[in-house]
């Protein structure tokens, strides 16, 4: 929990550690002012406050937690190579053995280079992108990252000088047109502000995640692909959250599309800081332009080691598939018994709560809603639920249980007129999260 401290005018306020929180997605205006402000411990699905019961986590450590807590294999095998070291001054076997079996998983791997997020995995593949092709304009897709090339895309970017602006364009997801206008546009600005009239630069790379709540329409990933071929760019799919949820080989193993460079990340590790760009050889030689001290960690690469090990013995991913559709078709059973205006959608390893209504009575009820979630036991992210192998069928009864019981509150509060007298502390805060681009 952070501190605050008044500064000497009394004009605001400082605070320990800015947000409350390391990432924006965990910071307190995410969440209604009735889910814990800490968490302690956990156990498979269970997390602990300081003092209570526990609390089955549809979070998971914001998809990093795939496995599940104490996920015994991979936590013996951290603490295996704690005693041993945790880095040394030459590379040590288990980069050799994590690349091998990610080279194994996923289509487009040939060579693999280490990081420790997701959002150092991107940069480096947006180096290499613009060191293979001699090119600098990037067009992109989805979130991919805090880092300066990306947060160029969003409305306001402090600290991301403006002429990065015209280096990356946005398009909209599963809409081909929307692509060959941002090319063009990126092309326009680039050539008339940066190089001038004489240089064609084209496209270094187009970036996307592959899916996430929304379903990739028929063409449309392949649009992507024929595309870069035709430029001569770079495809790279962002598979920080698709990896090791979605299939162990990312997306691409189940779409049929196969890109030049990926990202992989959070679920990799089962909660230790790993990440990793993958892709075609070719390209893959720039890679070593993205060098640090701790991308030859051990302790993430053992933790990767012993959990990808686990996947490849199969199941993991079908479990959570499993869960998650019912999930989803349990809750929008619940969602039409008690006629309220929010549904379930997304796909089965994701699934995402919505709500109707105008921006306003949305926040409420769904503060109300996760606020009773949470007295009920269930910890979810407003933005989107995550699976693990740890989650069981009891643990989807209890939620969906949950969820009726919520709903039911909810109900009555419309109907009342007192929603927002119900919620205790502050509601979700309305500031768009991160992840919304232009």
Not at 32 to 57: E, H, K, M
Not at 81 to 91: A, D, E, T
Not at 166 to 191: C, G, H, K, M, Q
Request: charged letters at 20%.
């Amino acid at each position: 929990m952070s501190g605050e401290l008044t500064d000497e005018t009394g004009s605001g306020l400082h605070e320990l550690i800015p947000g409350g929180a390391q990432t924006l997605s965990k910071m307190r205006g995410r969440f209604p002012g009735a889910y814990p402000r800490s968490l302690l411990s956990a156990n498979r699905a269970l997390v602990f406050q300081i003092d209570g019961p526990g609390i089955t986590d549809w979070i998971c450590g914001l998809g990093a937690i795939s496995l599940g807590y104490g996920y015994l294999d991979v936590d013996q095998a951290v603490m295996n190579q704690v005693v041993r070291g945790p880095i040394f001054s030459l590379p040590h076997k288990l980069e050799e053995r994590v690349a091998q079996r990610l080279v194994d998983l996923i289509p487009c791997a040939e060579s693999v280079r280490y990081f420790k997020t997701g959002s150092e995995a991107t940069e480096a593949a947006i180096r290499v992108a613009r060191a293979h092709t001699g090119r600098d304009v990037i067009l992109t897709c989805g979130y991919h990252g805090w880092h300066s090339w990306y947060a160029a895309t969003r409305e306001e970017h402090p600290g991301v000088p403006s002429l990065m602006c015209e280096l990356v364009e946005s398009f909209t997801y599963n809409d081909l047109p929307s692509l060959d206008e941002a090319i063009r546009r990126a092309t326009d600005l680039y050539v008339d502000t940066v190089r001038g009239d004489n240089c064609e630069p084209g496209a270094a790379a187009i970036i996307v995640e592959p899916t996430l709540v929304e379903a990739p329409v028929s063409g449309f990933l392949a649009g992507l692909r024929e595309r870069c071929d035709r430029w001569g760019a770079l495809l790279i799919f962002d598979e920080m959250v698709t990896g090791f949820r979605w299939h162990a080989g990312g997306y691409q193993a189940l779409c049929g599309v196969t890109p030049d460079l990926a990202t992989f990340g959070k679920g990799m590790g089962n909660g230790y800081a790993i990440a990793a760009l993958v892709g075609k050889a070719g390209p893959m030689r720039w890679a070593r332009l993205a060098s640090g001290t701790f991308g030859g960690d051990l302790i993430g690469l053992a933790a990767a080691d012993a959990t990808i090990a686990r996947y490849q013995q199969g199941g993991v991913c079908e479990h959570m598939a499993r869960l998650g559709a019912r999930i989803i078709e349990g809750y929008n059973h619940l969602a039409a018994k008690h006629s309220e205006a929010t549904w379930a959608e997304g796909q089965p390893p994701h699934p995402v709560i919505r709500w109707f209504e105008d921006p306003t009575n949305n926040r409420h009820r769904a503060s109300l809603f996760y606020q009773e979630l949470v007295k009920r036991g269930h910890l979810v992210h407003p933005e989107g639920m995550n699976l693990m192998l740890a989650h069981t069928d009891a643990d989807v009864d209890s939620l969906l249980a949950a969820c009726d019981e919520a709903l039911a509150i909810v109900t009555g509060a419309i109907r009342a007129g007192n929603v927002r007298e119900l919620i205790e502390g502050d509601p979700i805060d309305p500031t768009p999260v991160w992840r919304v681009t232009r």
